[in-house]
């Protein structure tokens, strides 16, 4: 059941949607969409499922091109962020709706539907409207009725994203489990790199209609390609910093100067971007820690941490940093980060190093 694009894009009145992608998604494997409010998620999405055609390439579904074929005619079944039930049909029927469209019989029908509540933890409710149940219960009959259909390709686009915190923990931890019981292939696009890694499989980052990476989760995440993977990848978005290496003499962006050896001895000379995520900037140095000085803008407190968004010689920075701190926009602040949170960069974005805690983990 693998599913192909190959040289895949889509053009609307001359404005480019999705630009050229090769793509392969192997059966059942989960596949998350990763990116920003029109990264182009959607779009691919509907490439994928025959809702739209490509402007250019070809899409083939268990080595058959599929390319001009009806979207009714492929094994196709897709949620959406807005779930839709239909309000005067009981769940039951919810989920029995698509097979009754197929023509299958009764008893197929029953069996499966019941197989699917239980999976999604909906058999209580199986008499009951969907307005009568909870916003989690309503999202897990549009995903029931999406698996009953025993499609090969499964599509949920943001499906949580309009879910309470507590409903969407709950079925984030719930969607791995239902798709190990599928087998079938599931693309999941979501803005949330976290929500990414908690769904693991494969991941494929987009940015402004591009696919920029596609791999194993973990290693997308650290092992960015580029700077704009990096970006996309992190949340808030990764810091960078010019750097230039020359013999034993590292000089920073900022005009300071470092020696050479906090980055290690593999690095060869030249010009760098050196970029790091905003949990590893910490408030109290530790052995090793290279300190930068900080002008603070705003802070956000969570609770259990503090975003801290910085300007630092005209760049701005984020920082994540564990507890509650209350210092004052205007503020000067030290923040330190020690030398193996660093990735390099060349000057045209391409990862040249990852940073070495990630290779370790």
């Known amino acids: ?44 999405m509907r490439l994928m499922a025959g809702l739209d055609k490509p402007t250019q ?32 049909m009981s769940v039951y029927d919810n989920i029995a709706s698509p097979m009754r469209l197929s023509g299958l019989d009764k008893d197929t029908i029953d069996s499966r539907v019941r197989e699917t509540a239980e999976l999604m933890q909906l058999t209580p409710q199986l008499e009951r409207r969907p307005l009568e149940l909870s916003g989690g219960q309503q999202q897990r009959c549009a995903l029931a009725r ?17 879910l309470d915190y507590k409903l969407r923990e709950e079925l984030r931890a719930e969607i791995p489990r239902i798709f190990e019981a599928s087998g079938s292939i ?15 499989g494969n991941c494929a980052t987009l940015w402004q209609g591009k696919v920029t990476q596609f791999g194993p989760t973990p290693r997308v995440y650290r092992r960015p390609a580029d700077t704009t993977t990096a ?26 100067e470092r020696p050479a050896s906090v980055l290690g001895g593999d690095v060869a000379d030249g010009t760098y971007t050196a970029g790091f995520r905003p949990n590893h900037l910490e408030l109290h140095g530790s052995e090793g820690s290279m300190d930068f000085d900080a002008t603070l803008s705003v802070t956000e407190i969570t609770g259990s941490e503090t975003f801290l968004h910085m300007e630092h010689h005209g760049a701005n920075w984020v920082g994540l940093v564990h507890g509650v701190h209350t210092l004052e926009p205007g503020q000067k602040v030290t923040v330190h ?23 370790a983990a």
Do not use: C
Not at 186 to 200: N, R
């Open 57 to 88: 390439g070809r899409v083939h579904w268990q080595g058959k091109d599929v390319t001009d074929e009806r979207v009714q005619d492929r094994k196709v079944a897709m949620v959406y962020q807005q779930f839709i039930n239909y309000p005067t």
């Open 186 to 200: 599931f693309v999941y696009a979501t803005t949330e790199p976290e929500e990414a890694l908690l769904l693991g």
């Open 337 to 359: 980060l020690h030398p193996r949170h660093i990735y390099l960069f060349d000057t045209s974005g391409a990862l040249v190093r990852p940073a070495p805690y990630s290779e």
């Open 146 to 162: 999406a698996l009953v259909k025993n499609a090969g390709l499964v599509l949920l686009d943001e499906p949580l994203a309009n």
């Open 231 to 256: 970006r996309v990848f992190s949340d808030p978005p990764m810091n960078f910093l010019e750097i230039e290496k020359t013999g034993d003499t590292l000089k920073l962006g900022d005009g300071t």
């Open 1 to 44: 059941m693998t599913l192909q694009l190959e040289n895949v894009s889509k053009v609307v009145g001359g404005k480019t949607h999705i630009y050229p992608t090769d793509l392969t998604l192997e059966p059942g494997t989960m596949n998350v969409l990763l990116g920003p409010t029109s990264a182009g998620k959607t779009s691919l």
